[in-house]
């Protein structure tokens, strides 16, 4: 089925070069292009959750709100951050702070890094779905400019749920799908192990993405100065939009979603 697939192996490449343990994660992409950063914490619901790092801090000298989903950097730290698998709370706390960014008139930066949402029956008991759908429906008409990054992984509804922005832009050897290869290749053939065989025709990498419209910007990896430079000519121009562009110009973004391929 797919066995013509070109580029496959590259493809695949590139999703373990997304996952590598050496790869700069949503606390560096902050450290290095936000000043005064403050993190704020909890859902008001249920609790925090540390896979997602959120506050308010200054891009240039642009105030901002900054939603990173934080995978960690050794064991420690990654059991601390669950491996950047967000729980419901984490989501809901995005939305709070995207709400609250609305409110002051702050741009709103997601980094978005996550193999997909927790999936335990924990998470599930305290509304996964839920909380994901929320945030998607809630960003569809939030009034003030958006952009996410997508800095490593975007796995399935646990990326999207920061993605649905003015902008998507996507670091060069990053990917972003609706499923992993493994979990995909397992659907399919029962086999994860035959992952490399359907990258390819997952279109997830940033070259074919871009191709197909689904995402606005390549950008070049472990560039800090130049990503930072590009966010703020972009969030300049979306805030010199009226409110009703802003909204409009993001609705027929995803309208014409994949357009690039007719």
Known sequence: MFKNTVNTTDDYAIVLEARSDKRLTASDYIDSMITDFTEFSGDRLFGDDKAVVAGIGF?????????????????????L????????????KALRLMKQAEKFGRPVLCLVDTAGAFC?????ERG??????????EMADLKTPMISVVIGEGGSGGAL??????RIWMIEDAYFSVVSPESCANILWKDPGRAGEVAGALNLT?????KLG?????????????LSEELKKEFEY????????????????????GYRSY
């Open 59 to 79: 891009l240039g000298k642009m105030p901002i709100t900054v939603i990173g989903i934080e995978k960690g950097k050794n064991t420690e730290s990654r059991i």
């Open 81 to 92: 951050h669950n491996f950047g698998s967000a729980h419901p709370e984490g989501y809901r």
């Open 120 to 124: 335990g029956i924990d998470a599930e």
């Open 128 to 137: 996964q779905g839920r909380a994901i759908a929320e945030n998607l429906y």
């Open 161 to 166: 749920a920061l993605c649905h922005t003015d």
């Open 206 to 210: 940033a070259d074919k993405l871009y």
């Open 214 to 226: 689904l995402i606005d910007k390549i950008c070049r990896k472990n560039k800090m100065k130049e």
């Open 238 to 257: 979306l805030g010199t939009l009226k409110t009703e562009e802003l909204l409009e110009e993001r609705y027929l973004k995803f309208r014409r979603a």
